[in-house]
Structures are given as structure tokens and as C-alpha cells.
């Protein structure tokens, strides 16, 4: 096939379709949007007790997920199939802190482990007086696979003690609040 002219018609998101090449040169139609993504909710409340510490969050099966990735929820381990860039998303809601200022992290690590590989830092206003309504933590990183079969892990650490909360429940309703979204670009 030879394509002489591309026209300036411009696809519509969501109806429209990408045609790609396999590796024998057949043409196929992919999703991009459904293809590569991750997303997975934290398995259930974990209490950190023990401040300077780094603690593993523990995602339940993923809600979405692609060949790009392989999730273990027993060691919380996330294996990437491919190398490429990544956009990672950490959202984790904070309840029973010690005291207010008390400095909250989410973190990226590689397996095995070393220095983070992304981390952003909150320092709570208040100590909550509700164990199912905490302070919200979001972060935004790229992370850059070499290889395939890099592994990482999402951490919590913290200078006091606290809870992270998979759900929160309160006069607005109840929902999840902690989760993992990673996307391939």
C-alpha cells in the first residue's frame, strides 16, 4: 500500500480509530485511550506506626490495566513489560495524624530498593478529629523505564504516625481516596 496524500480531516476522540503496523506489516485499529493505562486502589487502610520508616502501599487488583504492566498485591510491586516514559499518579488520603505539621511523603522507589525515583511532600494543616475524613495528597511525576522488567514500588512515609485511608465516609458521601494511575507516553 502507498499513500500518496493525507487530507487535513482531523479524527474525533473516542469514535475514531489508529491503524498500526504488527510485526509481520499487517495493518491493525488500536484503542491508544484503553491500551496504556493502570489503575488500581489501595487494598485497605494501613496504619504507619513507626515515623522515619518507609512503608509499601498495597494496591487491591488493578481496575485497569494493559501488557504494559504487571501488578503484585501481596509485595506491592509494580513490574513495567516495556521501556518507555510513564506519567505516575499518586492520590492518598491522610487520617489520625499525630499532630498537625506533621510531614506526609508519597514516593516512587526502584526495586530493589535505593533512592526515590519521585516523591512529593505535605505537611498536614490539622490533626484530623475524623479516622474516616483525612487530608488529601496528590503527585504528579514521570518516570523514565530503561528496560524491560523495571520494577517499582509506591511508598508513604512520615514524620509521625498516621493512617493512610483507602475509603473516606462522611457527611458528603463515602468513596475511594487512594489510588495509583499510571499512564504510558
Do not use: C, W
Not at 506506626?49 to 502501599?57: A, C, D, F, K, Y
Not at 488529601?136 to 514500588?153: D, E, F, H, K, W
Not at 483507602?166 to 468513596?175: I, L, N, Q, Y
Request: glycine share 10%.
Amino acid at each position: 500500500m502507498r499513500i500518496r496524500e493525507i487530507n487535513s480531516n482531523v479524527g474525533i476522540g473516542g469514535i475514531d480509530r489508529n491503524v498500526v503496523a504488527d510485526a509481520n506489516g499487517v495493518l491493525k485499529t488500536i484503542d491508544f485511550n484503553a491500551y496504556g493505562l493502570f489503575h488500581a486502589r489501595l487494598a485497605g487502610d494501613q496504619v504507619f506506626s513507626s515515623p522515619g520508616n518507609i512503608m509499601t502501599l498495597l494496591f487491591n487488583s488493578p481496575l485497569s490495566t494493559s501488557p504494559y504492566y504487571s501488578y503484585n498485591t501481596s509485595t506491592g510491586t509494580l513490574t513495567f513489560n516495556q521501556a518507555g516514559n510513564y506519567l505516575v499518579t499518586l492520590q492518598a488520603g491522610f487520617a489520625n495524624m499525630a499532630a498537625a505539621g506533621t510531614q506526609l511523603t508519597l514516593g516512587v522507589r526502584p526495586v530493589p530498593d535505593a533512592s526515590y525515583l519521585a516523591r512529593g511532600t505535605h505537611y498536614a494543616a490539622v490533626a484530623p478529629a475524623s479516622a474516616t475524613i483525612g487530608e488529601l495528597m496528590s503527585y504528579t511525576t514521570l518516570i523514565i523505564v530503561p528496560a524491560s522488567g523495571y520494577q517499582v514500588r509506591f511508598t508513604t512515609t512520615s514524620s509521625g504516625t498516621f493512617t493512610v485511608l483507602a475509603t473516606e465516609s462522611g457527611g458528603t458521601g463515602s468513596g475511594n481516596v487512594t489510588n495509583v494511575t499510571i499512564q504510558k507516553i
